[in-house]
């Protein structure tokens, strides 16, 4: 009788054992599946030169007679769900070479403002996006002239933007980077939708 017992208090400790082993492995599995579950951003890699016009639809000029321009870039959401908390930087990197020895090479960044600062906190899926006006895009001003401010050779752009899955949390930055003004510098405005075409205008 007691070996009975003993085989019954074995069966049912190991059930235990390999439900508890079972339970941690899949708790463990969720977990890495989920935080391989990453936003997937697509960034313009042409930033548009768009007019700026008045309620007429005329071309602004500033008091010295220079027509007046906004350079834009754009983002879309290619993720199925939201993703939310986003967060953007853009820069200006100057490097140089600094002493002596060959490689000794810094950078500086100098911030660009944006028209209206990080005012993109969150966008919706792919899932749940809006076919007639795609809610999932985004476009996002600058403020200033860039071409002014990047005057440089040895100067680039560089786009950065944070943003955490709405489902898994999971966190990813993407970035884009403009090497040459005169090339990465569209004039134009971005079609609507989701597409990065820049379209005369």
């Not at 085989?7 to 941690?24: E, K, M, Q």
Request: with cysteine; charged share 30%.
């Amino acid at each position: 009788m007691s070996i009975l017992y003993l085989n019954i208090a074995l069966d049912v400790c190991l059930t235990l054992f390999y439900g508890i082993i079972s339970g941690v492995v899949a708790a463990v599995v969720y977990y890495y599946i989920m935080k391989s579950i990453k936003p997937k951003i697509e960034i313009s890699d042409h930033i548009a030169k768009e007019k700026k016009l008045d309620e007429n639809g005329n071309h602004i000029k500033d008091e010295h007679g220079n027509l007046q321009y906004e350079y834009v870039l754009k983002i879309i959401n290619r993720t199925k769900s939201n993703i939310e908390d986003v967060s953007y930087q853009m820069f200006i990197m100057e490097d140089w070479f600094e002493g002596p020895t060959v490689g000794n090479k810094n950078y500086e960044a100098r911030d660009i403002a944006f028209k209206k600062r990080n005012s993109v906190k969150f966008i919706v899926g792919t899932k749940e996006k809006n076919t007639t006006y795609f809610d999932n895009c985004r476009q996002i001003a600058l403020n200033g002239n860039l071409e002014k401010e990047w005057d440089k050779n040895n100067e680039w752009v560089e786009f950065q933007i944070v943003s955490y899955h709405s489902k898994s949390g999971s966190r990813k930055v993407h970035k884009m980077k403009y090497t040459d003004r005169k090339s990465h510098i569209v004039c134009g405005k971005f079609n609507s939708g989701e597409t990065m075409e820049i379209i005369p205008d």
